[in-house]
């Protein structure tokens, strides 16, 4: 499966920006779709998954309560909506697929599919 993100950019601190993750080549349903992001000198971090088989949508501690993860089934896309930017949210996200058994997958090893990411700047 392909994954093509956008809507990142450059966004004053306490302000709003959507990403978007359009996904081809493959059964949107059958994948596990994800959010992770990586600041400079730093690991790439988890932010949030899907999993529709379950139902279940879960958020990384630093994002939890700000960010919102949600989806356009008809058109192969999952959206992370962010609130509340702050400085420490500066880095480029990238969104993530998986197809494996019903459950939450949290660790960048579990997934096998990448997008090529997209930068998110937050200035003070």
């Known amino acids: 499966v392909r994954l093509v993100e956008s809507g990142g950019g450059l966004v004053q601190a306490g302000g709003s920006l959507r990403l978007s993750c359009t996904a081809s080549?493959?059964?949107?349903?059958?994948?596990?779709m994800a959010w992770f992001r990586r600041a400079p000198g730093k690991e790439r971090e988890f932010v949030a998954t899907t999993n529709w088989r379950i139902g279940a949508t879960f958020y990384g501690d630093s994002v939890k309560g700000r960010f919102n993860m949600t989806s356009a089934d008809a058109k192969n896309t999952v959206f992370l909506q962010m609130n509340s930017l702050q400085p420490e949210d500066t880095a480029v996200y990238y969104c993530a697929a998986n197809r494996g058994a019903p459950m939450i997958y949290t660790r960048e090893v579990d997934y096998a599919n990448w997008g090529q990411g997209t930068q998110v700047t937050v200035s003070s």
């Open positions: 080549g493959g059964i949107f349903n059958d994948y596990d």
